[in-house]
């Protein structure tokens, strides 16, 4: 038996200490949040892409009363910049969450079936796509999908 150990490197900025693309992004998605339709769980969470030719997408969660049929942030966003610009390569995902009047403090990292999809669009994309997970104060930066998704299922 052997072990086999999965690490996964989080760069922690502080909202200051990123660039201005990043933050312009943070700010998409934070701004997003407003657009979520949450009203099951009141956490609203929004999402911004950044696209190779520069578009920048943005979404935000959408419930449904039968639950299993709302939509993450995510989810939302990528598929949208997927139908909008079908072949342009993702660059950047931002994630922004809001909440009981405040963005929350700790950032929120997307949902399993999410990162499934995001890992997609990476592939498709030929180059990891940066993840940006914004709390409050701080952002973590994930350099590309499969930091939050080892031992992907991978059918292509
Ligand atoms: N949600 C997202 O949109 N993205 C995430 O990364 C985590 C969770 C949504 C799903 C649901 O509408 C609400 O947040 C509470 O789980």
Redesign the pocket.
């Known amino acids: 038996m052997e072990n086999k150990i999965i690490s996964t490197k989080i760069e922690v900025y502080s909202y200051n200490e990123l660039n201005d693309t990043d933050k312009n992004l943070v700010e998409r998605a934070k701004k997003a949040t407003e657009t979520s339709y949450?009203p099951y769980?009141k956490?609203n969470?929004g999402a911004a892409v950044l696209l190779e030719n520069g578009e920048i997408i943005s979404g935000s969660?959408q419930?449904n009363a039968a639950f299993p049929s709302?939509t993450?942030?995510?989810r939302t966003t990528i598929f949208y910049a997927g139908a909008r610009f079908p072949g342009v390569r993702f660059c950047k995902l931002a994630?922004a969450a809001f909440t009981e009047g405040e963005f929350i403090d700790e950032p929120?990292?997307?949902?399993g079936a999410?990162r499934q999809a995001i890992l997609e669009y990476e592939k498709l994309g030929g180059q990891p796509i940066e993840i940006l997970l914004a709390g409050r104060n701080k952002v973590y930066k994930l350099q590309g999908i499969r930091s939050l998704l080892p031992l992907s299922f991978e059918e292509f």
């Open positions: 949450a769980s956490f969470v969660n419930e709302g993450c942030a995510e994630i929120i990292s997307p949902c999410c």
